[in-house]
């Protein structure tokens, strides 16, 4: 399986040589979209202290019930630590980690929705379901697996006949920012072996390059919006890599895109959890380049508590944007088995 979350740390190298009669050796092309270069990037020292730090932020954060807000924070924030190996009762946040999860099941409901006390729709559903479907693939818990099989049953049944799905568990509209997250969802759900139609993932994939603008390269938030947006276009090619479209002619555009825009204000931190997968897939110098400078900007806005906070998106807190920020710095980890190549 090709993965999402994996970063790049590497720097440029270049050299002056002062003997010219020395020959150099030939700069290696490129590797074409769908060949994913060798990875050598690695989480260096500043880097893990900094996630480090993060991390007992967010443990100390963790509200009595075992959330950390809805349920799609919840998810976001469960994923940061068992990116860095913090599983159900293992390693040093294994006690935070059981009590979030233990929360995710208790939202359920008898058709499988995870919303809970604190309201929500599809998108918190399908982040927690992504969350819970992390958890029972590395660890097997049988208790985990019937919530998670359940909520992702919900899923399948609410998918509309554009293949999308919106915000209430119902087959009626579609956009992409909910449909990429029951993608996520519904392929951590195989990677774990539960069962997942095939149609299901093949007219989500139609839905998506439905959305597709050819003009610009990047991705609607619905197949007749008018312009396109990093956050979405960075799902879009998200989508395209965990539907095994590795080699599909959009996602060169996609990726020049990403490339020209760089960030979205409006949608900095959801636009990064996307784009820090989707280069991790395109690998290579694109790659170094997105994860160095993603690397050095959250390192320099680290706040002393350990926590990620500023305007962007701030309605949702600081443990969203603190837990996208270890996200992203972790992709090296390779611990998830949907961030896995």
């Given at each position: 399986m090709r993965l999402v979350l994996?970063?790049?740390?590497?720097?440029?190298?270049?050299?002056?040589?002062?003997?010219?009669?020395?020959?150099?050796?030939?700069?290696?092309?490129?590797?074409?979209l769908g060949v994913v270069p060798r990875d050598n990037v690695k989480m260096d020292e500043a880097t893990k202290r900094a996630v480090d730090k993060a991390l007992n932020y967010l443990a100390n954060k963790q509200e009595n019930d075992g959330a950390w807000g809805n349920t799609a924070i919840t998810g976001f924030t469960l994923l940061a630590f068992m990116a860095n190996g913090h599983m159900p009762n293992?390693?040093?946040?294994?006690?935070?980690?059981?009590?979030?999860?233990?929360?995710?099941?208790?939202?359920?409901?008898?058709?499988g929705y995870l919303v809970g006390a604190r309201g929500g729709n599809m998108y918190c559903h399908g982040m927690a379901a992504l969350a819970l479907t992390q958890a029972y693939g590395m660890t097997g818990d049988e208790d985990v697996k019937k919530i998670t099989k359940r909520a992702i049953e919900l899923i399948v049944k609410t998918q509309n006949n554009e293949g999308g799905w919106r915000y209430d568990p119902s087959p009626t509209g579609a956009d992409i920012s909910v449909t990429i997250m029951q993608v996520m969802a519904l392929r951590g759900a195989k990677d774990a072996g539960i069962h997942v139609p095939d149609k299901v993932m093949k007219d989500a994939l139609k839905y998506v390059n439905r959305c597709f603008d050819k003009r610009s390269g990047g991705y609607r938030y619905q197949p007749y919006s008018a312009g396109a947006g990093y956050a979405r276009t960075a799902a879009g090619v998200c989508v395209l890599q965990l539907c095994g479209e590795y080699d599909a002619d959009d996602i060169k555009q996609a990726v020049e895109y990403l490339e020209k825009t760089q960030d979205d204000r409006g949608h900095y931190w959801y636009g990064h959890y996307y784009a820090c997968h989707a280069m991790n897939q395109i690998g290579g110098e694109l790659w170094e380049k997105y994860y160095k400078r993603?690397?050095?900007?959250?390192?320099?806005?680290?706040?002393?508590?350990?926590?990620?906070?500023?305007?962007?998106?701030?309605?949702?807190?600081?443990?969203?944007?603190?837990?996208?920020?270890?996200?992203?710095?972790?992709?090296?980890t390779h611990y998830l088995p949907i961030y896995q190549k």
């Amino acid at each position: 399986m090709r993965l999402v979350l994996t970063f790049a740390l590497a720097g440029a190298f270049a050299g002056v040589f002062a003997a010219p009669a020395v020959p150099q050796p030939p700069r290696e092309e490129p590797k074409p979209l769908g060949v994913v270069p060798r990875d050598n990037v690695k989480m260096d020292e500043a880097t893990k202290r900094a996630v480090d730090k993060a991390l007992n932020y967010l443990a100390n954060k963790q509200e009595n019930d075992g959330a950390w807000g809805n349920t799609a924070i919840t998810g976001f924030t469960l994923l940061a630590f068992m990116a860095n190996g913090h599983m159900p009762n293992q390693g040093d946040h294994g006690k935070v980690v059981a009590k979030g999860i233990r929360y995710l099941c208790s939202t359920a409901r008898d058709d499988g929705y995870l919303v809970g006390a604190r309201g929500g729709n599809m998108y918190c559903h399908g982040m927690a379901a992504l969350a819970l479907t992390q958890a029972y693939g590395m660890t097997g818990d049988e208790d985990v697996k019937k919530i998670t099989k359940r909520a992702i049953e919900l899923i399948v049944k609410t998918q509309n006949n554009e293949g999308g799905w919106r915000y209430d568990p119902s087959p009626t509209g579609a956009d992409i920012s909910v449909t990429i997250m029951q993608v996520m969802a519904l392929r951590g759900a195989k990677d774990a072996g539960i069962h997942v139609p095939d149609k299901v993932m093949k007219d989500a994939l139609k839905y998506v390059n439905r959305c597709f603008d050819k003009r610009s390269g990047g991705y609607r938030y619905q197949p007749y919006s008018a312009g396109a947006g990093y956050a979405r276009t960075a799902a879009g090619v998200c989508v395209l890599q965990l539907c095994g479209e590795y080699d599909a002619d959009d996602i060169k555009q996609a990726v020049e895109y990403l490339e020209k825009t760089q960030d979205d204000r409006g949608h900095y931190w959801y636009g990064h959890y996307y784009a820090c997968h989707a280069m991790n897939q395109i690998g290579g110098e694109l790659w170094e380049k997105y994860y160095k400078r993603m690397r050095d900007s959250l390192l320099r806005t680290q706040q002393p508590t350990g926590a990620w906070q500023d305007a962007r998106e701030s309605a949702y807190g600081p443990a969203y944007q603190t837990s996208i920020a270890v996200l992203i710095l972790s992709v090296p980890t390779h611990y998830l088995p949907i961030y896995q190549k």
